[in-house]
């Protein structure tokens, strides 16, 4: 009769979960643990996490159940920020270079990667980019230039274990200026080989758009504000980008989304 009854609740949530207030999952959530044994819960467990996931209680469905294995080891959140005026100056330069290497089982921050650059063609920083950026003109004179700061990322990328043909990893960006744009540009002016790890990535707004229904016109803003996250720290920092870079994946990953490439092969 118990199983009779959980399996009569189960359809009940299959059939009607979007019209269930989210603060009854847990409640429903007791009473199936209570009337169905452990063996014929788990079977029906991962139908009610998908049904409930598909009308949006996605991240509620968490703690019911570990998000699906995404198809990357591991996902380098990275955040450039470049000299920059109104009108613009050209060409612009990398002043921060940050990463965080993000385990893609857990979706946590297990390594950073993070250095301020010095501009050459254009070495002192204009009034617009410190007021944009917060980068003062002490945190990046007499640091090291492009070149020696991707030695140092690839140097960087083989401690991480990143460099092993075996370990799937991937950029992640907000936008696709930052290696479709910026980095190539730069290393082309300069005279520079792009690394081939640089030449694939994953475009979070188009991820988000994949995931939302919805394009985040605003970037980062609007994806915090889509998933009723706080922002962390202060716009167009670098690091701090990469951190809700990361924070907005994490979410995602927790609702069922899985991230693909969206940049095409050079």
């Known amino acids: 009769v118990s199983d009779a009854s959980g399996c009569s609740m189960i359809a009940l949530l299959r059939t009607g979960a979007a019209k269930f207030p989210q603060n009854i999952i847990p409640r429903a959530r007791q009473a ?33 159940s570990s998000f699906p294995p995404q198809r990357y080891h591991y996902f380098l959140v990275l ?7 109104k009108p613009q100056i050209h060409p612009q330069e990398i002043i921060e270079f940050p990463i965080l ?3 893609g089982r857990t979706m946590e921050i297990e390594s950073t990667f993070h250095m301020y650059v010095q501009p050459v063609v254009h070495p002192q920083l204009t009034p617009f980019c410190t007021e944009l950026t917060g980068i003062i003109q002490g945190m990046v004179d007499g640091q090291p230039n492009l070149q020696q700061v991707l030695e ?21 960006t907000c936008g696709d200026w930052d290696l479709k744009v910026m980095l190539p540009g730069q290393c082309q002016y300069l005279g520079l080989p792009v690394a081939d ?10 991820a988000y758009s994949f995931a939302m229904g919805s394009w985040p016109k605003n970037g980062l803003l609007d994806m915090n504000k889509g998933l009723n996250l706080q922002h962390i720290g ?9 951190k809700n870079i990361a924070n907005i994946m994490k979410t995602l990953a927790h609702r069922g989304f899985i991230f693909k490439q969206t940049s095409k092969p050079f």
Not at 42 to 55: C, E, M, P, Q, T
Not at 79 to 85: H, L, N, W
């Open 197 to 206: 790890y640089f030449k694939q990535w994953i475009n979070l707004k188009k």
């Open 79 to 85: 955040d450039f920020e470049a000299t920059c005026d």
């Open 32 to 64: 199936l643990c209570s009337l169905l044994p452990a063996g014929v819960l788990k079977g029906y467990s991962s139908i009610v996490s998908r049904k409930l996931a598909s009308h949006g209680f996605g991240a509620s469905m968490a703690a019911m």
């Open 152 to 172: 140092r990322v690839d140097e960087w990328m083989a401690k991480e274990g990143l460099l092993d043909p075996s370990v799937k990893s991937i950029f992640v």
């Open 101 to 103: 290497k993000l385990n």
């Open 234 to 242: 202060r716009p167009h920092s670098g690091i701090d980008d990469c």
